[in-house]
């Protein structure tokens, strides 16, 4: 899946309108802490989907003809990708 310009002008604008919810995503987050140990299960399944999801990254890559160590960093490089686009987004606002 390829994002257009419209798609990430509409993401951002929906991170901006984020700030509003921020109390209620405070009282989620600590209520959802409180359940400690209930969740650890949830919190490992979590783990494991993404790090499948790497692993299936990498393979897709290596079946394309891309040597393991090129998979593995263009991987690491979409994960990086993903988190400098949130970090602009934020610089940007802040500015």
Do not use: C, H, W
């Not at 400098?84 to 987004?89: L, P, S």
């Amino acid at each position: 899946m390829k994002l257009s310009k419209d798609d990430l002008q509409e993401i951002m604008a929906v991170i901006g309108q984020a700030e509003e919810f921020r109390p209620f995503i405070k009282s989620i987050v600590e209520t959802v802490l409180s359940f400690g140990s209930e969740l650890k299960p949830i919190l490992e399944s979590f783990k494991d989907y993404l790090v499948q999801g790497r692993i299936d990254a990498i393979k897709k890559y290596t079946d394309s003809g891309f040597t393991k160590d090129e998979a593995i960093t263009m991987t690491l490089d979409d994960v990086f990708a993903v988190r400098r686009i949130f970090q602009n987004m934020s610089n940007q606002k802040r500015a």
